[in-house]
């Protein structure tokens, strides 16, 4: 039997000392009297990365996991942050994943045990009312407990700064060296004199959302709608019934928030098979669209009819109807889209006179645009009201693109008449995404060095043009880890996930409108095919 090293022993036995989680001590205890080498090795390859937006990854014991002592780290690191920087006060908000409220309860007590004053939210809420109540309340920082729409034995630690937005470098850097620096979480001092917030902050919020709409505007329109087990359902429906929509028809079974997930594989509505209860359900009432969010409800999923059933629109699809509706509706400032996202709302903008710019994927970087009027992500996330909350927003965001669809359904037409009109004056934009799903997070580095050294010189219907090697800020954007390849209508653009161990390959062709739009389609699905099948055999994991 491989023996383990006696560093690795002392190491696990010295965290599972500072733990002030029973369970997982326990189960740290059990590792090491059972000699799981393989185990240990991997839960104390180091403290687990605070990187996009915070922390990300499985709950369980060890530096490598989340738990309350990678948690009560996080929150001494930005304790530290907070007051080098002379601020005073930290809202924080959670979901209703496991260990959610506890890891906010850890936060507030160090945060107090510091010097500084913290405020809880009263309940699990959506990330969007920690965003907004940061702003609201005047506070230097907010901390987020959620892991989003990650697999049900996650969980994670989203923190933004004063602007409301989630920290970009070198703000991230700095916080993780601080949080690196702190020693036993034993020896922090913990308060207990934070502050419960009532109901105030999460009225406000659903005043500033409801304030987005016309009263008088069309409301006729039949709503299904699925919070996939999170938290934004009791808050979306009172907000689509205070705005004068029918009350909508629901995913019954997911309705209710539940840590364990327990219809859907992945609580991700891009993911396969998790809209199936949503659509059911729409089928049963004869609904004219469908609604959802994520579990935290900073994304929205939108459904619409097609034929004799119903498809899911793509997150560039709603992503371009909304920025088109804000325009229409005079919102001004700069439009914004991440640049994995389609092309089409910068072709949108330059039609219509108004500023465009394309940033880094991850709303920390759609969030920083100066004067932003919209912004938007292909993964399902529209920020449609800055001012209020400077990040994604999955309610506001549904509340829109209902009042959107009403519209349309008042003057005889539909979301998918909206699209085809903006396709023919503008272009097809058609996308899709190859997700490879790696056990092996070397894999990814492999695929993306292998890119790097033989790119390929044809992909799907052309040559090749140009290669932008991201690492290296070509295109004028930050260093990231991504490749884009630029073909005579259509891009491929290839990257590391930021929260989840996959390869993600993005892609776009552009068809001009000149005939029929079927004929338009096809060609665009033929072509997308033809990308999908080259990218994925050049990254050597297909």
Known sequence: MTELSPNLIEEARAWAADDPDPETQAELLRLIEAEDLTELADRFSGLLQFGTAGLRGELGSGPNRMNRVVV??????????????????????????????????????????????????????????????????????????????????DNGYKVYVGDGSQIVPPTDADIAARINAVGDVSALPRGGEWVTLGEEVLAAYRERVLSLVDSAAPKNLAITYTPMHGVGGALLVDVLRKAGFPTPTVATEQFQPDPAFPTVAFPNPEEPGAMD??????????????????????????????????????????????????????????????????????????????????????????????????????ALGYCVDPAGVNDK????????????????????????????????????????????????????????????????????????????????????????????????????????????????????????????????????????GALRADIGAATGLV
Request: glycine share 10%; with cysteine.
């Open 72 to 153: 009560a780290k996080a929150a001494a690191g930005l304790a530290s942050y907070v007051l080098a920087n002379g601020g005073h006060a930290v809202v924080i908000g959670y979901d209703a994943r496991r260990n959610s409220d506890v890891f906010a309860r850890d936060t507030a007590e160090i945060l107090t045990g510091a010097g500084l004053a913290a405020m809880v939210l009263p309940e699990p809420l959506p990330t969007p009312v920690l965003a907004f109540a940061i702003r609201h309340l005047g506070c230097a920082a907010g901390v987020m407990v959620t892991a989003s729409h990650n697999p049900p034995n």
């Open 393 to 528: 927003d999955g309610v506001s965001a549904a509340l829109l693109i209902a009042q959107l669809a009403a519209d349309e359904k008042a003057a005889g037409r539909t979301l998918e008449d909206a699209l085809d009109d903006l396709y023919r004056s503008h272009g097809l934009h058609a996308t899709d995404q190859l997700s490879v799903r790696v056990e092996d997070l070397s894999l990814i580095g492999t695929a993306m060095d292998r890119l790097r050294a033989d790119p390929p010189k044809y992909l799907g219907f052309g040559r090749v043009q140009s290669m932008d090697d991201l690492s290296r800020g070509d295109g004028g954007l930050p260093p990231t880890d991504g490749l884009r390849f630029r073909l005579d209508g259509g891009r491929v653009i290839v990257r590391p996930s930021g929260t989840e161990p996959k390869l993600k390959c993005y892609l776009e062709v552009v068809i001009e409108v000149t005939g029929s739009l079927q004929e338009a389609r096809d060609l665009a699905t033929e072509r997308l």
């Open 277 to 378: 209860q949503a659509v059911a359900a729409a089928e049963a009432a004869g609904s004219d669209i469908i609604l959802a969010n994520d579990p935290d409800a900073d994304r929205c999923a939108v459904g619409i009819r097609s034929g004799d059933g119903y498809r899911l629109l793509r997150g560039d699809e709603v992503g371009v109807l909304l920025g088109d509706y804000l325009i229409r509706r005079g919102a001004r400032g700069t439009y914004a889209n991440s640049i994995v996202s389609s092309s089409m709302l910068g072709r949108v903008c330059a039609a219509a006179g108004v500023r465009h710019t394309e940033t880094l994927t991850g709303f920390k970087w759609i969030s920083k645009v100066d004067d932003l009027a919209y912004g938007y992500e292909e």
